[in-house]
């Protein structure tokens, strides 16, 4: 079962997972500022009972449900860059909050209550088991660089020893 891999296949998944790994430090930069916006999403009543509702929608639902705001949020953080490099530097980061916003409270939520019957499918688990590959693999080079940062800098940071 192990056959070899055609050229434009390895291409593919390279181009795949450099795009996961962008779109990952991309969420890292902006986590410290969205985390305690989901926190506060999640705890909402209403939230609560939209989970319940989305847990119980049959997977296509779900699947409709998580892709329509993905579909719209992610587009619209592209063409907020433009706007920003086209000299509409406020509209342009308005609407990048505004989309990020919808990935990461619908999207998040969504994809939180429907993990399980998302990973139903087949492409959809294969995608999302690389994605998880690629957090891993940043991961371990983040703590391999930071380790060797802090071997190779710590000293300058150490105050000296006192006499």
Known sequence: MNKPQSSIYRIGL??????????LVADAIAKPIYKPVIAWAAN?????????QI??????????????????????KLYAL????????LVGLV?????????????????????DKLLTYGWFSW???HVSFVREKAIAIRDQVSAEAKRVFGSFWKSPPRQ
């Open 95 to 115: 609407l990048l909050v505004l989309s990020y916003l919808i990935t990461f409270i619908l999207v998040e939520r969504i994809y939180h209550a429907g993990r």
């Open 127 to 129: 995608c999302m088991s």
């Open 14 to 23: 390279w181009v795949f997972h450099a795009l996961v790994a962008t779109i």
């Open 44 to 52: 909402l009543k209403v939230m609560a009972a939209l989970e319940a």
């Open 55 to 76: 847990r119980r929608m049959p997977r296509f639902a779900v699947l409709l449900l998580f892709a329509v705001p993905f579909a719209v949020a992610e587009p619209l």
């Open 82 to 89: 433009v706007l920003m490099a086209s000299g509409y530097f």
